[in-house]
């Protein structure tokens, strides 16, 4: 069973952290905060409120140390919030709304409305999107169909050409002389679009980013509704979620409270910008909000109280050209990847304002900066907070490697502490003999298509690769190298549909054994007695049926494990309870025992191992739900025949069940866990852990107490060499 992408997610709560702030690693820890009042459905009032940070990676030291210029009380200042997992952790201001003399009430607090410029484009997708739900608009309608004495050009255009980007659309902001006044609205910009025949390219061609298409975008948004584009976001959108301040606002609209006004630099001297003549287009960046008011927002895109789930994978996910190349943008949203995790985001800009959000669902992170001023990159400070809150390690004992690729990894084995070898996509092998000083990255011959969520190294030259995949894609295969990756032999394929290689594991050089999703109720184990060149199936009479939906995830080859010269033990998920399937054979013959820790779609075992024959430890949880809340850890005095959850709220792998590793040589048993915020140790089988880094990681391989390897998204592998944890 693939693990999805959605594994690679923090798992700590705020309180959880503060228990771990003294450890010699630190970790986010509690982030107290002024708030004067909230209500029972989360809404602030509007007292200024101010961080009170204790030591971590997130200080109040830092913040302020990041905002310098933006802190005078006699310049043009910011709003800025952190939020983690469901919690409000900042939302406080910086500097004046309002620079003009005798202004009063001009401190920025929580509760302060910032033009959004272009981020106002995610409200003007989730409206069109909302009138696709209702049934009132396509997405693959034509401009033509929308307004039948569009220009004949309109024909090829259609509404997902305007929210990706794609439409080649002129810029309406190209027919407006420097000289006018007025103001122009969104229905000009359709009027300049329908008095001109021509486009900058083919529809779906190429990715221009288009004010235009936002601002026909809020003209269809009223077309097809019936109501004007700021009456239906304020109905539809902005009180369904308490947004009372936000609105889409039009000069002289006496409904804007907490008005900030923009402001740019001439010298030392700051004047009041803050209107243009293309502010009063809408549809592409016309709207107000607070940071107060931007979280209630950002809450409501984990849940189905605005757009379905379905619909908000679509708009997360990046449009394409005719060419199938990836345009970067969704419907209202930057997406990419930042530090290996998938990102959404997007910057604002107009006259006197500079804004940024990012969003890090996987993580359930989010940084919003907005300000009033005509420079600086709001992007590069919501960046350097992100990196503070989630990709800072405070963990000396790790390295990054220099492995050149950007192959994702998701298995590993380290014979020695010289060697490690490293499993990836794109049918790609790292490879280290000298201690992570260079790395190799080989390319496995017929296999760009691939997966290696599978390996097992002997030596300098001597691994077995395994790829997960559909077999009937021929993506089930076993590779063996024994001259250090010049050369491959596939020594096993299957075309059998539902074969999965889910994890790949040895007992010695020669004994080993693989194991697939089941067919016919039955887990599909291979074993090898030739080093891996023959595998031969285990009777299936020998294995326990299944539950209904019972399986593995393929997370980091850790959920099959191996002890001594005939023990193994693989970890299950997908059906209604985490099992642990068991052989003291060597995989002739198995037995199976209940965890009491539940299962589902996406929830179960994904790593486990032991220290000797009767006492072992497993991790878990459910990937689709972010961060602590299902994380566990389970331990067995019986070699895996009876399980008990071990730690507490306090203390458990938060974060850290993609994997599970046992440190080879240490005094007391030790173990190695590893997941969407890096890696965790724990010295006595799980009632406690100790935080490293926390970088994002999968794959993991200690040989021994003072070395050890984990590796990740993008290429991504640290070297631990720490001493014993």
Known sequence: MTASPAHNRLSQSLSQRASRAAT???ALTIIALTIAARSTHGALTGARSSPQLTAGTLTTAFLDSLFTAYRAPNGPGAAVLVALDGQLLVHTGYGSSDLTANAANTTITSRSNFRLASMTKQFTAAATLLLVNDGKLRLDESLTDIWPDFP????????????HHTSGLRDYEDFVPDSQTRQVSDADALAFMKHTDSILSPAGATYHYSNTGYALLSEIVATRSGIPFDQFLKQRIFTPLGMSATLAYRQGDPALTNRVYGHSRTGTTWTRTDQSNTSAVLGDGGIYSSIDDLYRWDQALYTDAILPLATRKEAFTSGTTTDRKRTGYGYGWLTDSYRGVPRLYHTGSSIGFRNAIIRIPALKATVIVLTNRNEGEPIKL?????????????AAPWTAQPVSSTSSCRSMSAPTPSVAWVGCTGGKVFRTIDGGTTWQVDSVPGAARLDFRGIAAFDANTAVVASAGPAEQGQARIYRTTDGAKSWQLTFSDSTTGIFLDGLAFWDAQHG????????NK???LTTADGGKSWQRSNPANIPAIIDKEAAFAASNTQL????TSNAWIATGGGKEARVFRTTDRGRSWTVASTGMPGGASAGLFGIAFSDPLNG?????DYNIPRGITDFAIRTTDGGLTWKPVGDALHRPDGVTQGLALVRGARTPTFVATGGWGTAFTTDFGASWQHGDTLTSWAVSFPAPNAGWVAGPRGRVSKYSGGTP
């Open 24 to 26: 010699r690693i630190a």
């Open 152 to 163: 004949a050009y309109g024909k090829s255009i259609t509404v997902k050409h305007l929210l």
């Open 382 to 394: 919501a960046e350097r907070i992100v990196d503070q809150l989630l990709f800072t390690t405070n």
């Open 513 to 520: 054994v693989t194991f697939s999703d089941p067919i016919d």
């Open 523 to 525: 887990l599909v184990i």
């Open 561 to 564: 494990t191996t002890q001594g």
């Open 617 to 621: 430890l497993a991790v878990g949880g």
